[in-house]
Structures are given as C-alpha cells and as structure tokens.
C-alpha cells in the first residue's frame, strides 16, 4: 500500500484526523434562453449545471412567469440575460425576487455587435458566434466573481467553449459560402447579426417584431423587394403562427424554409448551441440551393 494511503487508513482508523473540508456548492445561475444556457452550461462544466427559465418554443418578448419560475429566481446567484429589449417580463421579477441576483445583460457587454434593426439594435446576438465568444468571456469572469474557488475551472471550460465557437464558425463559414449572394426573407427581424457575420443577402422582414401584424402597405413592400432581388426562400420560426407567411410564399412563389433563433425541438444542454447553428446554416442553404 503506499505511503500516503496507509497514513491515511490509520488516521481514520484511529479517528485521529480532521474532515477533509467540504467542496463549495456551485451558485444558481438562471439562464433566460436556451441557446445562451447552452454557452453558460459549457462554461460550467464539470461544476455544476445552469437552470434554464424559458423553454421550448416560448418567445422572451410575451413570455409569463411561472410560480416555480419566481422560485427559481428567487434562489439565484446570478441570472444571465440579454437585457430589457429581450425579456422585458424580467423587470419587476428582478426587484422583487432577485434583489440579491447579480445580473449580467449581454446587450451592455463592451464590444457586442448589435447591427440596427427595425425599432431598434437586433439583441439576438447570440446567432453571431463572434457575439458568443464575448458571451463566454463575460460569463466567465461573473461566475469566477461569485465563485473564486472554481475559477480554473470556469477558465478552462471559456476556453473549451471559445476552441469550439472557432472551428463552428469555419464550418459555417464553409457551408453558407456557396449561396452567401442568393437573397432571402425571414419572417421575424432577428437574423440581422447572423447574415452580417456571414455576409448573407437578408433582404426583409415580413414582421419587424412578434407583436406586429404587416398591414397591406408593408405587403406591398415586400412584394416588391421580392420582384426586385430575386428572393427565393422565405424562412418562418417554429414559436410563430406561419399562415401569413404561408399567403406570401403562396402568391409570390416564395418556398417555405425554417430557421430557429431559440433551438425550439433541440435538447438543452453544452452541445444546443452548436447543433442549433449547424441547423440553421443547413437549412439556408438547402433552400438557397433548391431550383
């Protein structure tokens, strides 16, 4: 038996030795969307796991809270969020639940890019990896803040999550080249940062935002930015009713694709956010690419 483990069985045995101190319990972080959980839970591998407040398809922008969501935000150390553009349910909960939360808003995070959109700056910014690695980072160093005795831990797993936002990004990269001049529609204003990052041909919007109905003036509008680029493929989002989009493609012969900015069917957990963007740019191009 070695030295170290033989010294150790007689301590025990003979009751002689201290307790060996206990590991600190990981802090409750709250994380409002999936595709962010996804990055907070690669970070915090191999600590301990993030809660996830709003899932499936459920939109942040109409979203209501739950009983077991205030319980939840009551017992949090940290909520991760992307600000009040984005969940704007969040703000009495976070005075009145969270007051001992520390809040991280990833829209104030220094450098994030957040291309104009309509009504404002597009606060998806988690479907440009470049806006996640940020993410990573921020996330990072709150967690290491509130939990300094696992700070090589929350280091390293920034570091793993950063190797794999790099080689995601020269993977879609490779798959989105072919078909970067083809234009497109979307049905939400929220892929503004993802075809930036990707130089794609975004043409339009049906809706500038969830709680907007397009009105036969912007109808009139798109069908003639459809005539005028060429746009082949309107993209629809599975948390939105798609008969309007349905009537568009129908009249202008549009075809009919998805993308999701919320990962709706795709598992939580550290592998989401790469599965949900490999998706996205395999979807855009199978339809980009279709005769």
């Avoid at 009751?15 to 409750?28: F, I, L, N, S, T």
């Avoid at 301990?48 to 150390?77: F, N, Q, T, V």
């Avoid at 009145?96 to 959109?117: D, I, N, Q, S, Y």
């Avoid at 083809?182 to 990707?198: I, T």
Wanted: charged share 20%; hydrophobic share 50%.
């Amino acid at each position: 038996m070695p030295r170290r483990v033989l010294a150790l069985a007689l301590c025990v045995a003979a009751a002689g030795c201290p307790a060996p101190a206990a590991e600190p319990a990981p802090p409750v972080v709250v994380v409002t969307l999936k595709p962010v959980h996804s990055l907070v839970a690669g970070v915090m591998e191999g600590v301990g796991s993030p809660d996830l407040l709003i899932e499936g398809a459920a939109s942040p922008h109409d979203y209501a809270l739950k009983p077991s969501d205030a319980r939840l935000l009551a017992r949090a150390d940290a909520i991760v969020a992307i600000g009040p553009g984005m969940e704007g349910f969040l703000a009495r909960p976070l005075r009145t639940l969270a007051a001992k939360a520390r809040l991280l808003e990833l829209a104030k995070v220094e450098g994030m890019e957040l291309p104009a959109a309509e009504g404002g700056p597009d606060l998806h910014l988690w479907l440009d990896p470049e806006n996640a690695k940020r993410a990573v980072t921020a996330v990072a160093a709150l967690l290491t803040e509130i939990d300094p005795a696992h700070s090589y831990e929350y280091a390293r797993g920034a570091f793993r999550v950063g190797e794999r936002l790099a080689a995601l990004d020269r993977e879609l990269r490779a798959t989105l080249g072919p078909v970067r001049d083809r234009p497109f529609l979307v049905y939400h204003d929220a892929f503004r940062g993802f075809a930036a990052r990707y130089r794609l041909a975004l043409a339009g919007s049906v809706v500038a935002g969830p709680e907007h109905r397009p009105g036969a003036r912007r109808i009139a509008a798109l069908r003639a930015t459809i005539a005028a680029t060429g746009a082949r493929c309107l993209f629809v989002e599975p948390q939105f009713e798609p008969s309007q989009a349905e009537a568009l493609a129908r009249d202008t012969g549009l075809k009919l694709a998805e993308l999701d900015d919320l990962g709706a069917s795709i598992p939580a957990g550290p592998e989401m956010y790469v599965a949900l963007m490999r998706a996205n740019a395999a979807s855009l191009r199978a339809c980009l690419e279709s005769p």
